[in-house]
């Protein structure tokens, strides 16, 4: 079973930017989405991609905003966040899998905090 690490929550002001990073060894070989998780609401799916690169998709809610990345040389796939809002907070978690479903993920990292202050 995979084992994945998210890195680089944090707190940021609105309109700022974080990066956050998911690493696992054998990721290059590994579809990868990220998911966020607010107090009291469902894990709600960010995005995805396969891990030949390809097959990335965005919920609405972040397209434009957010960009998925991966480097198979090193094993990890980025989350680049921009013009982030208050909404965005949340705990956000890398699963092993891929599509728009908790369903398609068959493993799951611990979740690191972000914070969106106004």
């Known amino acids: 079973q995979v084992l994945l690490r998210e890195s680089g929550g944090g707190l940021v002001q609105a309109g700022g930017s974080l990066t956050l990073s998911c690493s696992a060894s054998?990721?290059?070989?590994?579809?990868v989405g990220w998911f966020r998780q607010a107090p009291g609401k469902e894990r709600e799916f960010v995005a995805t991609?396969?891990?030949?690169?390809?097959?990335?998709m965005y919920a609405d809610s972040v397209k434009g905003r957010f960009t998925i990345s991966r480097d198979n040389a090193k094993n990890t796939v980025d989350l680049q966040m921009t013009s982030l809002k208050p909404e965005d907070t949340g705990t956000y978690y890398c699963?092993?899998?891929?599509?728009?479903?908790?369903?398609?993920?068959?493993?799951w990292g611990q979740g690191t905090q972000v914070t969106v202050s106004t």
């Open positions: 699963a092993a899998g891929w599509g728009r479903y908790r369903t398609g993920y068959q493993a």
């Open positions: 054998k990721l290059n070989i590994t579809n």
């Open positions: 991609v396969l891990w030949t690169g390809e097959g990335i």
